[in-house]
């Protein structure tokens, strides 16, 4: 039958001969990780695609993502501060420009934020309320003002599991 293209998730391994001492990319962590999210939280049949190397690897419970997820919604009373804790605990980490995933950048009133499971977005706040939720054009670091978001969602960084998760 003809799967969906949103129900076909693509699953990295680490691509680098086991014979080498390479560490793994993080670009690949990071996709596998966004994979490992989305099959936590969807619904219905999702057809994943892998090499054997990455159907061997070991990966957290499905429990770590439903545990370690957290959403922003517009009119929400959260301290940058304190959301700039709770990103690191999660293991993002603070950066000059949000380039990457799991990065995140708080300059004044403006947050941005670039989640593991979606494009990156800026919020801009009103004291400690969320005023407004946009994405960003990565190239020109520039707001996106048209199609606003309600609410933004956070899934956790790989950074935020020992290493010991990722032993074989």
């Given at each position: 039958g003809h799967?969906?293209?949103?129900?076909?998730l693509f699953f990295s391994g680490h691509e680098a001969s086991l014979y080498?001492?390479?560490?793994?990319?993080?670009?690949?962590?990071?996709?596998?990780?966004?994979?490992?999210?989305?099959?936590?939280?969807?619904?219905?049949?999702?057809?994943?695609?892998?090499?054997?190397?990455?159907?061997?690897?070991?990966?957290?419970p499905s429990s770590f993502f439903k545990e370690n997820f957290f959403q922003i919604k517009t009119?929400?009373?959260i301290a940058p501060l304190d959301l700039a804790e709770k990103l690191v605990a999660m293991g993002y980490s603070s950066t000059v420009s949000v380039e990457e995933p799991g990065n995140f950048n708080k300059k004044g009133e403006i947050f941005d934020i670039y989640p593991?499971?979606?494009?990156?977005i800026r919020i801009q706040y009103f004291d400690e309320m969320v005023e407004k939720i946009n994405h960003i054009d990565l190239g020109s670091q520039k707001t996106?003002?048209?199609?606003?978001?309600?609410s933004v969602e956070f899934a956790p960084g790989p950074s935020l599991l020992t290493k010991e998760a990722f032993r074989e």
């Open positions: 799967v969906p293209a949103e129900n076909l080498q001492n390479i560490i793994p990319s993080e670009k690949n962590l990071l996709d596998r990780f966004k994979v490992l999210d989305t099959l936590s939280r969807k619904k219905g049949a999702s057809v994943v695609v892998c090499t054997i190397e990455s159907f061997l690897m070991r990966v957290p009119s929400d009373v593991i499971s979606g494009p990156p996106i003002w048209e199609n606003p978001l309600e």
